[in-house]
């Protein structure tokens, strides 16, 4: 059920032409790296709040989200509050240290006081591997969603949309920048919760305003009758699958403090009070955007159908568009579509964004010019780095195309728990904390969670798998964040405990400044 494809194009269109033209007036301003990468520092706390929601929201969340609570129920919520959950550990350990500490990116927290070439390398490829893992997600959440809204079926034509969502993406980047993509990122955020909100009240003007008549349909609409309402319908079936349901709930409650586009956001206020600020105004629209998807997904379930749902060409990422068609036909479904096909491009620039950040500025500036590279030279390295992405992405994307893309972020989720929130906590907080610490975790945290993936039945081995068609997996669980999580944890405290390196002399300059902010202003000037 595609709609009117031409109204569906129609609005794609009008999204993207305001926001290249938002982008374009934006761009004339910030040229230097901190322009590039950090907005010039110009946003207010309640802008970057909205910008964090845009960053965060992503397709998973609209489309990934909805459809798990269709299909599964309460299980599906899991993601929800995992989700929510992360941002209070974001909001209490990291955002305001952050923000005091670094410059642009995480390495600059992470090699504060430890040896600046290692540690940036490290830093710089976890960011580059979270950042594919999450692209994965968007792209293909593009393909899935155009799938249904143009009725394409074929992979060569699904191929080609993700294609054309990553030209778009390259382009956002490459024009405005930091201060461009957040207001891409504004844009699309207010849009989203409002587009939500619309479709939450109606569902419950349909069931009279009354929660427990909503939740009653939806389960009498459900082959699994009340077992949608009850904990365990998807993750119950054996202790392997609750084993794998606390995994899950481990990478995304603590994998949000680590992923690096969202940390990056950090930067572009101007003091660690309005980053304070920013996170605050996060969690307020997040919280409600999470509200609405457990509106949206059983509304789902009983307006649409679980079977209509599954069988659609989107699979379980359709429920939300489908839920929009059943209530207001096909101009409610072309707005709906608008408004996440709005988020995958807004996502998508955000993390090309970082992953290129971290590139030029830790891995070409840091590393390879041993941070002689001049501000020009270091914005044409990211421009040029944020095209390898684009197209790295769009091969990943074609390959991901067909997952439950909630569940594809709950893998970049798990990997920035395992490499990154282990060694920023401790840099931060822990004193004996040292290079070594930081190296053996970062390696040991991405490794693990990179190989218990690859040999998972999330890649193959499984009808759901990325190859369906071979297996090679011997790991039982689809998500590594019960085993990787402690091994970056253990790592880092073995690493640091055996080592004979003595603590920095800037131990002590990092601790002030992570809590009081106090030279934090003068070292990130231009």
């Not at 299909?71 to 919520?77: F, I, M, R, S, W």
């Not at 927290?109 to 290692?118: A, I, Y």
């Not at 605050?280 to 999470?290: D, M, P, R, V």
Request: glycine share 10%; with cysteine; net charge positive.
């Amino acid at each position: 059920m595609s709609g009117n494809p031409i109204l569906n194009i129609t609005i794609f269109g009008v999204f993207v032409v305001v926001t290249l033209v938002v982008v374009l007036r934006v761009s004339r301003a910030g040229v230097g790296t901190t322009g590039y990468y950090a907005g010039d520092r110009s946003f207010t706390g309640r802008q970057n709040g909205l910008a964090i929601a845009g960053d965060y929201l992503s397709a998973a969340s609209f489309l990934g989200i909805a459809g798990a609570v269709a299909l599964y129920g309460y299980d599906g919520l899991l993601y929800s509050i995992g989700f929510l959950v992360a941002w209070l550990v974001a909001l209490l350990l990291v955002a305001e240290p952050m923000r005091n500490t670094g410059k642009y990116t995480m390495a600059d927290v992470l090699s504060f006081r430890m040896k600046q070439t290692p540690v940036r390398l490290v830093a710089a490829i976890s960011t580059l591997v979270v950042s594919f893992f999450y692209l994965l997600a968007q792209m293909a959440g593009a393909g899935g969603l155009v799938a249904l809204l143009l009725g394409v079926d074929s992979k060569f034509g699904q191929g080609l949309v993700i294609f054309i969502v990553g030209v778009l993406m390259i382009v956002y980047v490459l024009v405005g920048g930091m201060k461009g993509t957040t207001w891409v990122q504004i844009i699309k955020a207010t849009l989203l919760i409002l587009g939500a909100a619309v479709m939450t009240v109606w569902v419950f003007v349909l069931n009279g305003f009354n929660l427990s008549a909503l939740l009653g349909k939806a389960a009498a609409t459900s082959p699994e009758g009340d077992a949608v309402l009850q904990p365990m319908l998807q993750y119950g079936a054996s202790d392997t699958t609750k084993l794998g349901f606390i995994s899950l709930a481990i990478a995304l409650v603590f994998g949000a403090a680590g992923l690096p586009h969202v940390l990056m956001r950090f930067y572009t206020v101007p003091t660690a009070k309005e980053a304070r600020r920013s996170v605050t105004w996060a969690i307020i629209l997040i919280g409600a955007f999470y509200l609405f998807t457990f509106v949206l997904g059983f509304g789902a379930t009983y307006l649409v159908g679980p079977e209509e749902i599954a069988n659609a060409p989107g699979g379980v990422n359709s429920a939300a568009p489908l839920l929009a068609f059943h209530l207001g036909g096909t101009v409610l479904l072309a707005l709906v579509s608008g408004v996440a096909f709005a988020t995958i491009l807004a996502v998508v620039a955000g993390l090309t964004i970082t992953a290129s950040a971290s590139f030029s500025h830790d891995i070409y500036n840091s590393v390879i010019r041993k941070g002689t590279a001049t501000s020009t030279q270091e914005v044409r390295v990211a421009r040029i780095t944020a095209v390898v992405i684009g197209v790295i992405a769009i091969f990943g994307g074609i390959a991901a195309n067909g997952q439950n893309i909630a569940f594809l972020v709950s893998l970049a989720f798990a990997i920035a728990a395992s490499a990154n929130l282990p060694s920023i906590l401790f840099s931060l907080y822990w004193k004996r904390f040292n290079t070594t610490g930081t190296l053996c975790s970062m390696i040991a945290g991405l490794v693990s969670a990179i190989v218990l993936i690859l040999f998972s039945p999330a890649v193959s081995g499984a009808e759901s798998a990325m190859f369906p068609n071979v297996d090679f997996s011997w790991f039982p669980l689809t998500n590594p964040a019960i085993i990787s999580v402690p091994v970056g944890f253990l790592a880092a405290i073995l690493g640091a405990l055996l080592s004979k390196e003595s603590p920095s002399e800037k131990q002590a300059e990092m601790e002030v400044r992570s809590m009081t902010g106090a030279g934090a202003e003068k070292a990130t000037e231009h």
